[in-house]
T-cell receptor
C-alpha cells in the first residue's frame, strides 16, 4: 500500500517568509508525528497527534511553529517568519493504533536563505 | 527526558564481514527500541525493532539484542553487502500513556567496501 507522503519535497524560503509543509499519513493510521532532522543528526521530535487532537507539542522550538490536523488525516506544519536555523529536513511519521512502529515519509528539505 | 547515545559514528567493513552498532539509553521506562536505515535523500526506514520483554530478535541477516539492566541495545548485521551502506539510527521510546515519541541517537554511517 501507499506509504507516508510529504510535500513539497524541497522548499527554499527567504528569511522572514512563512512556509507550510504537508503530510499525508498511511491510510487509517491514527497517530501522526513530526520530527526535525538537522544535517548530520538524528531526527528530533516536534509534535504528536492522535486523530485531530494535538496531544504533545513539547518539541516545537518556538511559537513560530504551528501544526494542525483538522480532520484527523492530513497534517500541516507551518513555520512563520522563517529563520536560518529553521533549515532542516522535516519528517512526518504515522503509526496505527495498536502498533508501536512509526513509518516515516521522505521528508521536506527546507532551506532558509 | 530520554537520552540515546550511539557508537560508532562511522563504520567501514569489508563486504561479507559483520557490523555491530551499539546504543545506550537513559530512561529505564523506555520499552520500545527500533532501528532505522536512512539512505541519502530518503526518510528513515524501519528495519527491525525490539520490545523490552524480549532479549533478542532476528530477521535474516539482521539481529538486535537488548540488555535492560545495562540499558543498552545493539544492531548486528551479518554477511554485509554494498547495499547495506547507509546511515543507521537507533531510537528509544516509552509506549504507554503519552505521546510515544522516539528519541534518536546521532547515527552511524556504515560503509561496506566491495
Amino acid at each position: 500500500g501507499a506509504g507516508v507522503s510529504q510535500s513539497p519535497r524541497y522548499k527554499v524560503a527567504k528569511r522572514g517568509q512563512d512556509v507550510a509543509l504537508r503530510c499525508d499519513p498511511i491510510s487509517g493510521h491514527v497517530s501522526l508525528f513530526w520530527y526535525q532532522q538537522a544535517l548530520g543528526q538524528g531526527p528530533e521530535f516536534l509534535t504528536y497527534f492522535q486523530n485531530e487532537a494535538q496531544l504533545d507539542k513539547s518539541g516545537l522550538p518556538s511559537d513560530r511553529f504551528f501544526a494542525e490536523r483538522p480532520e484527523g488525516s492530513v497534517s500541516t506544519l507551518k513555520i512563520q517568519r522563517t529563520q536560518q536555523e529553521d533549515s532542516a529536513v522535516y519528517l512526518c511519521a504515522s503509526r496505527r493504533t495498536s502498533g508501536y512502529e512509526q513509518y516515516f515519509g521522505p521528508g521536506t528539505r527546507l532551506t532558509v536563505t | 527526558g530520554e537520552n540515546v547515545e550511539q557508537h560508532p559514528s562511522t563504520l567501514s567493513v569489508q563486504e561479507g564481514d559483520s557490523a555491530v552498532i551499539k546504543c545506550t539509553y537513559s530512561d529505564s521506562a523506555s520499552n520500545y527500541f527500533p532501528w532505522y536505515k536512512q539512505e541519502l535523500g530518503k526518510g528513515p526506514q524501519l528495519i527491525i525493532d525490539i520490545r523490552s520483554n524480549v532479549g533478542e530478535k532476528k530477521d535474516q541477516r539482521i539481529a538486535v539484542t537488548l540488555n535492560k539492566t545495562a540499558k543498552h541495545f545493539s544492531l548486528h548485521i551479518t554477511e554485509t553487502q554494498p547495499e547495506d551502506s547507509a546511515v543507521y539510527f537507533c531510537a528509544a521510546s516509552f509506549n504507554g500513556a503519552g505521546s510515544y515519541q522516539l528519541t534518536f541517537g546521532k547515527g552511524t554511517k556504515l560503509s561496506v567496501i566491495p
